[in-house]
């Protein structure tokens, strides 16, 4: 990222945290919503698995497609999980430079990466949800087998308990319009005073 100064950007907010917490729903909710006069904006994910996969708001491509679009730079940000490729597009950057505020469904393990490329215009926020409601969600989505709906509540158990008091925190295990107002409040909370002095 090259233009403007960095604190003439805008303000990136990372949502991290477990299958099942909620994070598309809530990007989904703050879609085109304005903070202080800013209007939200949602990071294109690209993921190599078919758009009918359930549930999950994302651009779908094949591979190929992907390492073609990774090589001519198209991709802000990039990582590999769970046996897919997912990726963030670069237009994100250009929003950043332009004063934007930008949302998107991140990975808590490819943290490191996002801070080094945005550093203070970065805000992580962990979404976190009690086991019971997010084995319910992961069984609704229909995606995973048994044993892997188990698997995947039990990391979250355990990643939960570790980053929980690391970072800016959302309990997403009531209504959707109570965790969207509790993210647009960090949101709030977290802009620049250039972009937060400017009210609706």
């Known amino acids: 990222m090259t233009t403007g100064t960095r604190q003439d950007r805008g303000r990136l907010f990372y949502l991290m945290g477990p299958s099942g917490a909620g994070k598309d729903s809530l ?24 758009e009918g996969a359930g549930g999950e708001d994302h651009i779908a491509v094949t591979p190929g497609d992907f390492h073609q679009q990774l090589e001519h730079g198209r991709f802000a940000l990039h990582w590999l999980a769970n046996g897919r490729h997912y990726g963030i597009g670069i237009e994100v950057d250009r929003w950043l430079a ?4 930008v ?45 892997e ?34 993210l647009l ?5 977290h802009l620049p005073e250039r972009l ?5």
């Open 27 to 50: 990007l989904d909710a703050c879609r085109n919503q304005r903070v202080s006069g800013q209007r939200l904006r949602t990071a294109p994910r690209y993921i190599t698995r078919h």
């Open 149 to 182: 709906i188990e698997a995947r509540v039990e990391r979250a158990r355990r990643l939960q308990s570790e980053l929980e008091s690391r970072f800016v925190t959302i309990h997403n295990n009531g209504t959707l319009s109570g965790a969207t107002e509790q």
């Open 98 to 101: 332009a004063g934007d505020v």
């Open 103 to 147: 949302l998107m469904n991140g990975s808590r393990a490819h943290l490191e990466q996002a801070l080094g490329r945005y550093r203070e215009l970065l805000v992580p926020v962990l979404i976190c949800v009690d086991p019971e409601k997010q084995r319910q969600r992961l069984v609704d989505r229909g995606r995973e087998t048994a044993a």
């Open 196 to 200: 937060s002095r400017h009210q609706n």
């Open 185 to 189: 409040a960090i949101i709030r909370d």
